[in-house]
């Protein structure tokens, strides 16, 4: 079971895992366009961003970001009833798990590349929106995995079609304009042989 909210920019998908199983699964069925979100140094809800398509991180507006701030510090039972608490990002390829770790439990694969927002203290305005699009789906996460991977492989492939033809097309007008090069340069050769070896006499008009 997996649980979605509308924010305020709904083009976003944003997202999180029930409890630590289903956490599991996201961890494992990520998307490359995921950000995952969590309470630094507490127990909290793996909340992820999903980015639209050309996004990186860098991208998330701010308003989006203070919105995936508070559902994480919402959904933290210690964290909730701190009055601040950071919270860390990183990509969903970032994450990392190991052998032996406990089911919810991630490590990232480069530390350089998680972020922080520092002292997230409650908005209950923003929280109260959010919650109230709180909607529960099941979802074959691995199902919806392999979809947009074998769509990426599709457009990728579209892609480089649309690039060989527009290569080929390329090709052929260069070797359009190579061939009238060398026709206008036989052609202007031919005329000056052919002055060269029939000069114009002056007295024949006399």
């Not at 956490?23 to 639209?52: C, M, Q, T």
């Not at 995995?145 to 060989?164: I, M, N, Q, V």
């Amino acid at each position: 079971m997996v649980l979605y909210f509308k924010l305020i920019d709904p083009e976003y998908i944003c997202y999180m895992g029930i409890d630590k199983y289903e956490n599991e699964d996201l961890i494992k069925y990520g998307w490359p366009e995921d950000i995952w979100f969590h309470v630094n140094d507490l127990s909290s809800a793996h909340v992820y961003l999903r980015l639209k398509k050309g996004e990186t991180w860098d991208d998330i507006p701010a308003n989006i970001l203070e919105e995936c701030c508070q559902l994480v510090k919402q959904n933290s039972i210690q964290g909730c009833k701190e009055a601040s608490v950071d919270i860390v990002y990183t990509p969903w390829a970032n994450l990392k798990k190991t052998a032996g770790m406990e089911a919810g439990q991630v490590l990232y694969h480069n530390e350089r590349e998680v972020k922080y927002v520092r002292n997230v203290r409650k908005e209950p305005k923003i929280i109260n929106r959010i919650e109230k699009t709180r909607e529960k789906r099941e979802v074959d996460l691995m199902h919806e995995r392999d979809a947009r991977d074998k769509s990426e492989r599709h457009e990728k492939r579209k892609e480089l079609e649309e690039k060989r033809r527009a290569d080929k097309k390329a090709y052929e007008e260069k070797q359009k304009m190579e061939d009238i090069k060398k026709y206008t340069s036989i052609m202007k050769s031919d005329n000056m042989k052919s002055n060269k070896y029939n000069p114009t006499d002056d007295d024949d008009f006399m």
